[in-house]
C-alpha cells in the first residue's frame, strides 16, 4: 500500500462551477478525514466518517459541500457553485482504529476558482 | 473556545537544535501531534503525547505539559531539509479524532 491518494492534483475551474475530489485512504483504515488548508495556516477540519458514516461535519462545511463514502472505502467531495473563497488545498486522511490513531494525509488537490 | 498558539516563523543554522513551542487551550484533551509539512506537500507524521513528559525519536523529540497546556519540538542536528512547516494539532477528548491545528511554524534551517 503507498498510502492515502487523491485525485485530481490540481483542479481549476470557473466561479459557480460544480467540482468533485476523490480520496482513497489506505486499506484497513477505516476512519477518513477530509480537510481544507488556506497558504500559511494549518488544515482545519472539514468532516469525518468512520466507515460509511459520516459521523461529524464542520460549520466550515456549507450546504455547497457534500462528502460520501459509500462503500466505506474511497470518499469523494463535492464542491457546488463554486466561490473563489473555495480556492485552497484539499486534504483527505486516513486513520487506523488501533495505536495511536494518527492521521496519515494525502498529498491534496489544490483548488483555484477563477 | 479552541485556540493553538506557535511562532509563525523561526531561523536555526544547520547542526544546531531548535526547539518550537506550542501553546493550546482546546475543549478538553485526548492528545497532541506534530507534523512536518514541506511546500506543497501533505503533513507527514511526526510525534504523538498523551502523557505529560518528553518522547523521544531519533533527532526529534516533543514535550507535553498537561496542566500548562503547553507542548514543544525540539530537533537535534538541524539538517537543510528539516526547513519546512511545522504543526502543532490537538484531538480533542469526546469527539471523533478530529484534529485542531495550529497555523504552523515555517522553520528555516541556513548553512
Known amino acids: 500500500d503507498t498510502g492515502v491518494s487523491q485525485d485530481p492534483r490540481h483542479k481549476i475551474t470557473k466561479r459557480g462551477q460544480n467540482v468533485t475530489f476523490r480520496c482513497d485512504p489506505i486499506?484497513?483504515?477505516?476512519?477518513l478525514y477530509w480537510y481544507r488548508q488556506t497558504l500559511g495556516q494549518g488544515p482545519e477540519f472539514l468532516t469525518y466518517f468512520q466507515n460509511e458514516a459520516q459521523l461529524e461535519k464542520s460549520r466550515l462545511l456549507s450546504d455547497r459541500f457534500s462528502a460520501e463514502r459509500p462503500k466505506g472505502s474511497f470518499s469523494t467531495l463535492e464542491i457546488q457553485r463554486t466561490e473563489q473563497g473555495d480556492s485552497a488545498m484539499y486534504l483527505c486522511?486516513?486513520?487506523?482504529?488501533?495505536?495511536?490513531?494518527?492521521?496519515?494525509f494525502g498529498p491534496g488537490t489544490r483548488l483555484t476558482v477563477l | 473556545g479552541q485556540n493553538i498558539d506557535q511562532p509563525t516563523e523561526m531561523t536555526a543554522t544547520e547542526g544546531a537544535i531548535v526547539q518550537i513551542n506550542c501553546t493550546y487551550q482546546?475543549?478538553?484533551?485526548?492528545?497532541l501531534f506534530w507534523y512536518q509539512q514541506h511546500a506543497g506537500e501533505a503533513p507527514t507524521f511526526l510525534s504523538y503525547n498523551v502523557l505529560d513528559g518528553l518522547e523521544e525519536k531519533g533527532r526529534f523529540s516533543s514535550f507535553l505539559s498537561r496542566s500548562k497546556g503547553y507542548s514543544y519540538l525540539l530537533l537535534k542536528e538541524l539538517q537543510m531539509k528539516d526547513s519546512a512547516s511545522y504543526l502543532c494539532?490537538?484531538?480533542?477528548?469526546?469527539?471523533?479524532?478530529?484534529?485542531?491545528f495550529g497555523a504552523g511554524t515555517r522553520l528555516a534551517v541556513h548553512p
Open positions: 486499506s484497513e483504515h477505516n476512519r
Open positions: 494539532a490537538v484531538r480533542e477528548s469526546g469527539g471523533y479524532n478530529k484534529l485542531i
Open positions: 486522511a486516513s486513520s487506523h482504529p488501533s495505536g495511536e490513531n494518527e492521521q496519515f
Open positions: 482546546t475543549s478538553g484533551f485526548n492528545g
